[in-house]
């Protein structure tokens, strides 16, 4: 490779759809105080991704870079960085910035990955692992004989959620919107799964739960599913809403938790759960100790070329992938 291959990314200059996205040569610069230049060797591809993209989301600055989480390489590091040297192998997650192939970042945002998990792995981990790990420990701390409904069960998110709520002893009910994606939802913990595009969800989850309802709803897909999922709620239970795959939420209002049996609704994010560096470092360390038990495994669905980011959005939103999608760089 040579040096002008490595400062290759993808940028867009005008918020649309996939085809905005342009393989562009990007300044890469070299790391100040506090900061390390990383050769990144796998990056994640997630929903946030299309927000920003979009331009659902605002950008940070433009043109954007979009991309949100990456494993790779120390190359150098800048003053004042204590604990990082070259050769180190690290990961990060930040709202933007990652579709590079090299990047300088705050050296505060980096945590080291373990020898034996492969760049890909941590790369698909770091957003939608720690995503996991907070909406399971803190957002609503989920305990065992909890009933939970995660939708889009077999989505990067999804899977690992079916996993670590299995492992706490919850029953866990996933939608899902194909047979091809029951079978991995199934395989990856989920002990019940509807077909959200061919049944009634909330239907279902009265059957399955006895009418009991659920403890807990973690829903991403937002517009389509929301009425849905207060329905599926117990008395007093939690409406996670941590994102929108089918279009923001409309019409919500705080009087349908009233209806819906004195609900309680959250609307987080990721980033206000890891703000500091010790609530980074420690939930990094709860999602790396699960992954090195074997508890959690991170299911690579599909791998796409940094250069084709394109083809990897096209498919992420016409809902044709499975798990986590990889652009190596
Ligand atoms: N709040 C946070 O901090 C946070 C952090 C990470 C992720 N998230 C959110 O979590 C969700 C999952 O992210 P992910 O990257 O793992 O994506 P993903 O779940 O792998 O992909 C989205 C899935 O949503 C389902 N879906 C339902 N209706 C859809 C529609 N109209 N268009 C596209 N997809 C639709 C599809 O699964 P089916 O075919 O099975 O329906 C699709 O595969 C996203 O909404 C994301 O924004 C939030």
């Known amino acids: 490779m040579n040096s002008s291959e490595r400062d290759m990314g993808i940028c867009a200059r005008a918020p649309g759809g996939p085809e905005v996205l ?55 590091v800048g003053a004042d960085v204590a604990g990082l040297a070259p050769g180190d192998r690290v990961a990060y997650t930040m709202p933007s910035g990652a579709y590079r192939q090299r990047r300088v970042v705050p050296a505060d945002r980096l945590v080291k990955i373990p020898d034996a998990v492969p760049f890909e792995i941590a790369a698909s981990l770091m957003l939608k692992g720690l995503t996991a790990q907070f909406l399971v420990n803190s957002c609503f701390p989920v305990k065992a004989g ?14 690992i959620l079916g ?26 913990g989920y002990a019940h799964i509807v077909n959200y595009r061919s049944e009634d969800f909330a239907a279902r989850v009265a059957e399955i739960t006895a009418g009991k309802g659920c403890d807990v709803v973690y829903d991403s897909v ?13 008395r007093r239970g939690m409406f996670v809403s941590f994102g929108q795959s089918s279009g923001m939420i409309a019409e919500f209002k705080l009087a349908d938790l009233a209806a819906g049996g004195s609900l ?3 609307r987080p994010m990721l980033f206000d759960y890891i703000a500091s560096r010790a609530e980074l470092q420690s939930r990094a360390a709860d999602l790396f100790a699960r992954v090195a038990a074997g508890e959690v495994r991170a299911h690579v669905g599909q791998r796409f070329a940094l250069r084709d980011a394109r083809d990897a959005h096209l498919a992420l939103a016409g809902r044709r992938t499975i798990g986590a999608t990889v652009l190596t760089t």
């Open 222 to 234: 937002g517009n389509d599913t929301w009425r849905g999922s207060l329905k599926c709620l117990k």
């Open 163 to 188: 996993q670590w709520l299995k492992m706490l002893g919850a029953s866990a009910i996933g939608t899902v919107g194909s047979a091809e994606k029951a079978q991995i939802a199934a395989a990856h």
């Open 264 to 266: 309680f609704a959250s």
């Open 146 to 159: 909890h009933t939970v409904l995660v939708h889009a069960a077999a989505g990067g998110v999804g899977l």
């Open 22 to 76: 342009e393989w562009a040569a990007l300044e890469t610069g070299e790391p100040g105080r506090g900061e390390a230049l990383i050769a990144q060797r796998a990056v994640g591809v997630n929903f946030i991704d299309t927000y920003f993209r979009s331009g659902l989301y605002p950008w940070p600055s433009s043109p954007l870079i979009p991309g949100s989480e990456a494993a790779g390489v120390v190359e150098s």
